[in-house]
């Protein structure tokens, strides 16, 4: 018995370091993800966009989001890479979750996804704010637009509306452009304008307005038109990607499958953009797409391969860096035309946009300006949708030596002229004054 | 007052032209060499005024071996001229060995400073 329970404590000694394998530098695709639910039937009404997650390799483990045993962390280790939390009603979270562990969860790089629908706590419109996003303060409002609803809106309050007014960007939405629009019914959020990280993905169309459907408008609506984000995003410094969206009906198995066709439009489409989307979005917000990694900087002057410590005023030098893309099961050479270096000492005293060859090294060559100091290489790539990219490297540079100026300077030659000859004329004076008759 | 004022700069013409005639040829010799020296000179402003004083020193140089040059001419002419009652125990060989020293020194500091 005792020798039994020793031999499988030996055997997940070793097999721990596997268990505990996440996403890494390396391999940035996050593995495994809590699903926090505040209905355990919404495994199967969403069974769609699960199943889609597993079939791509995610480990999920689904739990209720008040399960009195949750635990982000153990013993300093994060046992997650990925957070969903589909739970829009609950008041407080189970275990050791609350708001300010989950805002650490983001802080560590992980990443979440945030839903809330037509009811949302506190909890939930506190963790979003901490992203970023303001949902609707009044609690009974819902995103409603006259113009833009779905024709299969049984209510017939215009709240399950069609929205196709989405970001354009390939890296988050995928290459194929999602033809149908996506059914949304939820709450609004708007995002505060001075805030550099958040943007919408999905945005209201221009006569949309966050009101209560069930009784009568008192004052005008605060929040409306394109201000009103049905779903946004926000990368953080550290490149965690959070998903907030105003909707958990956008991810359910009924929309997915539903055809839509927007009020006023002849166009019918069998089946929602909504599949399209939310797989794409995933991809991105689990960093299967857009997901940058750059080598170390490398410069030398022109004809060298040596990186020299120390570089001249007007040299020319040559740059380069590597850049590469995960594309979800390996590093694919980045190709892009926008990836620009500075050479920088208090304001960029050079910027070149780098050239690109298909294997991921962007390249480029300039003259060192002529101010001496202590420069840095600086590249700093920030694009929608991809990890920002901050590298930089110092490099002093130093004037001419009393030895490095040119010898006769072109400018003077009438002076030289004129010095040799003065000794010229001296030369044939002294003769002819000694040896005239 | 017009006609005489021109015909006293005539006169005055006449006589200093009359009068230079008889000079020395040696001393002509003196007078032609400062000519050269000072035009080169006035040559060198002329450039330095037209493309900006860049490289001074060597415009400084260059000048002042010209002037440099004639000064040591006209105290050579000084020296050497029989009609000076100052210098009358000077012998005019010294004062050429003079002005060939002085010359040596000055284009020694000229190159120097030419850079």
Redesign the interface.
């Known amino acids: 018995m005792m020798n039994l329970s020793r031999s499988v404590a030996l055997i997940s000694l070793f097999l721990l370091p596997l268990l505990s394998f996440s996403f890494s530098v390396d391999n940035p695709t996050d593995r495994r993800v809590l699903v926090l639910l505040d209905d355990l039937s919404l495994k199967s009404s969403h069974s769609i966009f699960f199943n889609n997650l597993k079939s791509r390799g995610f480990d999920l483990d689904f739990k209720l989001a008040d399960d009195s045993k949750l635990a982000l962390q153990r013993y300093g280790q994060y046992l997650f890479d990925g957070l969903i939390i589909f739970a829009p009603s609950t008041e407080r979270l189970g275990g050791s979750l609350d708001s300010k562990s989950i805002a650490d969860f983001v802080d560590s790089g992980r990443d979440l996804i945030l839903s809330a629908d037509t009811s949302a706590s506190d909890l939930i419109r506190g963790i979003a704010t901490e992203c970023g996003v303001d949902f609707d303060e009044d609690s009974s409002a819902m995103v409603i637009d006259h113009t833009s609803f779905s024709v299969s809106d049984v209510d017939g309050d215009h709240t399950l509306i069609a929205a196709d007014d989405l970001v354009k960007s390939d890296v988050i939405l995928g290459k194929a452009k999602i033809e149908a629009p996506v059914l949304f019914r939820g709450v609004a959020h708007s995002l505060n304008p001075t805030n550099n990280l958040v943007f919408k993905v999905l945005s209201a169309s221009p006569s949309a307005y966050s009101a209560n459907p069930s009784s009568k408008l008192s004052s005008p609506p605060q929040l409306t038109g394109s201000a009103i984000s049905l779903v946004s995003v926000m990368q953080a410094r550290n490149n965690a990607r959070v998903v907030i969206s105003g909707s958990l009906q956008l991810f359910s198995d009924r929309l997915i499958r539903s055809g839509v066709q927007k009020a006023g439009s002849q166009n019918q489409y069998e089946k929602s953009g909504n599949e399209q989307f939310v797989t794409e979005l995933s991809k991105w917000v689990f960093h299967e797409r857009g997901h940058l990694k750059a080598g170390s900087l490398v410069h030398h002057r022109v004809g060298e391969t040596d990186e020299p410590a120390i570089y001249r005023i007007k040299d020319d030098l040559e740059f380069s860096v590597e850049i590469y893309e995960w594309s979800g099961k390996s590093w694919e050479p980045y190709v892009a035309n926008d990836v620009q270096v500075q050479f920088y000492m208090m304001s960029p005293y050079v910027l070149k946009t780098l050239s690109a060859d298909k294997k991921g090294l962007f390249h480029t060559s300039f003259k060192v300006p002529d101010v001496y100091g202590v420069f840095q290489f600086k590249v700093e790539y920030e694009k929608l949708g991809y990890t920002t990219l901050s590298l930089s490297k110092q490099i002093p540079v130093r004037p001419y030596r009393h030895n490095e100026y040119e010898r006769f300077?072109p400018?003077?030659y009438?002076?030289?002229g004129?010095?040799f000859?003065?000794?010229a004329?001296?030369f044939v004076?002294?003769f002819?004054?000694?040896y005239?008759k | 007052m017009v006609k005489s004022t021109t015909k006293d700069a005539r006169d005055l013409f006449h006589t200093l032209r009359s009068a230079y005639v008889a000079t020395p040829t040696n001393l002509k010799i003196i007078d032609l060499y400062v000519c050269f020296a000072v035009f080169t000179a006035l040559i060198q402003v002329a450039y330095m005024a037209l493309v900006g004083s860049f490289p001074f020193n060597s415009f400084l140089s260059g000048v002042l071996s010209c002037i440099g040059t004639a000064v040591l001419a006209v105290c050579l002419r000084i020296q050497v001229n029989k009609e000076n009652k100052e210098f009358k125990n000077l012998a005019p060989e010294r004062a050429f060995a003079d002005f060939v020293l002085c010359n040596l020194v000055l284009h020694l500091v000229i190159i120097n400073f030419l850079g």
């Open positions: 300077i400018t003077a009438p002076y030289y004129a010095c000859t003065t000794m004329g001296f004076f002294s002819v004054y000694l005239h």
